[in-house]
């Protein structure tokens, strides 16, 4: 009775096909290819770092280590998982040593939450102000966000981090499992308890009952 063979990896998305292609120019030589993802990732690994570390100022500085780190590392990245899902992995590593460093608990930020430097897209998304909006909407729409940060800060590193990378960043389980360096199941618990724990702190602004989502 032969082996069977390994099960071959999912197929990449087009998007990562691209990123793939890039890489491997890279590793030829090619210094421009790599000039094209950091300017593809830049804003987003960014974004990443700045929830993250509470310190705007190491933003820019952090997510440059990062792509240097790459850059370097990109020699022994075998392509078994997205560039920009083994990217995050080094960003979150690399924000993550930082803040340890200056003795601060890595949070994810009502400023980061909030930042203005958003994918154009994101911003179409967002709908416009109408006249309906009176001022108690306002205000509950405001205590509402308030209470989400506070809810977020709450959460132990890990679950701040699934939450992040799941609801803020939209990236599958599987690529969470690769960032965070565990199994999909774990995933999958530290995201339920995440939204869980926010979902109990909502609770008597939405007048919501135990198991609704808000």
């Known amino acids: 009775m032969?082996?069977?063979a390994p099960p071959s990896p999912p197929p990449l998305s087009p998007d990562a096909q691209a990123?793939?292609?890039?890489?491997?120019?890279?590793?030829?030589?090619?210094?421009?290819?790599?000039?094209?993802?950091?300017?593809?990732?830049?804003?987003?690994?960014?974004?990443?770092?700045?929830?993250?570390?509470?310190?705007?100022d190491l933003v820019f500085d952090?997510?440059?280590?990062?792509?240097?780190?790459?850059?370097?590392?990109?020699?022994?990245?075998?392509?078994?998982?997205?560039?920009?899902?083994?990217?995050?992995?080094?960003?979150?590593?690399?924000?993550?040593?930082?803040?340890?460093?200056?003795?601060?608990?890595?949070?994810l930020t009502e400023s980061a939450l909030n930042t203005e430097d958003?994918?154009?897209?994101?911003?179409?998304?967002?709908?416009?102000?109408?006249?309906?909006?009176?001022?108690?909407?306002?205000l509950a729409s405001k205590q509402i966000a308030a209470t989400v940060n506070a809810a977020i800060d709450a959460l132990s590193e890990d679950l701040r981090q699934a939450l992040t990378l799941r609801e803020i960043e939209g990236l599958s389980y599987e690529e969470i499992a690769e960032v965070m360096n565990c199994p999909i199941g774990?995933?999958?618990?530290?995201?339920?308890?995440?939204?869980?724990?926010v979902a109990q702190?909502?609770?008597p602004l939405l007048n919501t009952r135990e198991g609704e989502r808000w």
Do not use: C, H, M
């Open 2 to 4: 032969t082996d069977s």
């Open 118 to 138: 958003e994918d154009e897209e994101t911003s179409r998304r967002r709908p416009e102000p109408t006249d309906t909006a009176t001022p108690d909407a306002v």
């Open 186 to 197: 774990t995933v999958r618990s530290r995201i339920f308890r995440a939204r869980e724990a």
């Open 62 to 107: 952090l997510a440059q280590e990062t792509f240097i780190r790459a850059y370097r590392a990109l020699p022994q990245f075998r392509g078994e998982s997205a560039f920009y899902t083994w990217l995050y992995r080094i960003a979150v590593n690399t924000a993550k040593k930082a803040a340890v460093e200056l003795g601060r608990d890595p949070v």
């Open 19 to 56: 990123d793939a292609l890039l890489v491997e120019r890279v590793k030829q030589g090619d210094q421009r290819a790599f000039e094209l993802l950091v300017v593809k990732y830049q804003r987003r690994i960014e974004r990443l770092i700045g929830r993250i570390v509470r310190d705007t």
């Open 201 to 203: 702190r909502l609770r």
